[in-house]
Antibody, heavy 118, light 110 residues
C-alpha cells in the first residue's frame, strides 16, 4: 500500500525557517517525481514545487521561488521542503503528492500544518 | 500563473447529474490534454478522480467522467449520491513547467 507521511510542521515566526519531510513507503520511491502542494485555511489547493526522481529537474511556483528548496533522499525514501523567509501567507497545510507522467498526482499524504505567526 | 476558473458551487438532487467546468487559457488547459480532477472531503487529503482529461483511476466509480473542449474541461458526476458531497478541484500542466489548480467547486447534494 502506497503511503506518504508528512512531518515537520508547526508554528514559526515571520522570517523564520522550517523543514518539512515526507516519508514514502509501499512503492519504489526513486523513479517517481514528487510534489509539494499547499492549502491555506479555508482556501483552495496551490501547487508549490516538483522534483524528478533523480533530482535533475526541479520547478517552483513563483510565490515560493528563491525562498523554498525541494530535495529528496532516495536512499531514505524521503522528500523534503526547506522553507526560509516564511511569511504570513505561507500558512497552510502542506501535502506531498506522488507525480505521474509529470501531469497528475495519484497519491497524497495526510498533510502537515505550517502556521506563520508572531 | 492564475488559478483555473471553476464555479464556486454546484448542487443537485440524488440521482441527478451535475457538471463542473474548469476554464483556463492557451497556456494550460488549451495547451495539453493533461487535466486532472480531485475530490476533497473536509479535513481530508485530495483524491484523484480523473486524469489526462477523461481517464479514471482504478477504484473510482464510473459515475465520474471527464471531457475537454478548447480551454474548458468538465467533470460530470452522474447518479449523484450523498457521498459525492465534497470540494472538487481541477488541475493542469502549463507551458511554463508549472502546475495550476482550479479555484475549487463545492458540490452539495440536496
Amino acid at each position: 500500500e502506497v503511503q506518504l507521511v508528512e512531518s515537520g510542521g508547526g508554528l514559526v515566526q515571520p522570517g523564520g525557517s522550517l523543514r518539512l519531510s515526507c516519508a514514502a513507503s509501499g512503492f519504489t520511491f526513486s523513479p517517481y517525481g514528487m510534489n509539494w502542494v499547499r492549502q491555506a485555511p479555508g482556501k483552495g489547493l496551490e501547487w508549490v514545487s516538483y522534483i524528478s526522481g533523480g533530482s535533475n529537474t526541479i520547478y517552483y511556483a513563483d510565490s515560493v521561488k528563491g525562498r523554498f528548496t525541494i530535495s529528496r533522499d532516495n536512499a531514505r525514501n524521503s522528500l523534503y521542503l526547506q522553507m526560509n523567509s516564511l511569511r504570513d501567507d505561507d500558512t497552510a497545510v502542506y501535502y506531498c503528492a506522488r507525480d505521474r507522467a509529470n501531469t497528475y498526482y495519484d497519491y497524497w499524504g495526510q498533510g502537515s500544518l505550517v502556521t506563520v505567526s508572531p | 500563473q492564475s488559478a483555473l476558473t471553476q464555479p464556486a458551487s454546484v448542487s443537485g438532487s440524488p440521482g441527478q447529474s451535475i457538471t463542473i467546468s474548469c476554464t483556463g487559457t492557451s497556456s494550460d488547459v488549451g495547451a495539453y490534454n493533461y487535466v486532472s480532477w480531485y475530490q476533497q472531503h473536509p479535513g481530508k487529503a485530495p483524491k484523484l478522480m480523473i486524469y489526462d482529461v477523461g481517464n479514471r483511476p482504478s477504484g473510482v466509480s464510473n459515475r465520474f467522467s471527464g471531457s475537454k473542449s478548447g480551454y474548458t474541461a468538465s467533470l460530470t458526476i452522474s447518479g449523484l449520491q450523498a457521498e459525492d458531497e465534497a470540494d472538487y478541484y481541477c488541475s493542469s500542466s502549463t507551458n511554463s513547467n508549472t502546475r495550476v489548480f482550479g479555484t475549487g467547486t463545492k458540490v452539495t447534494v440536496l
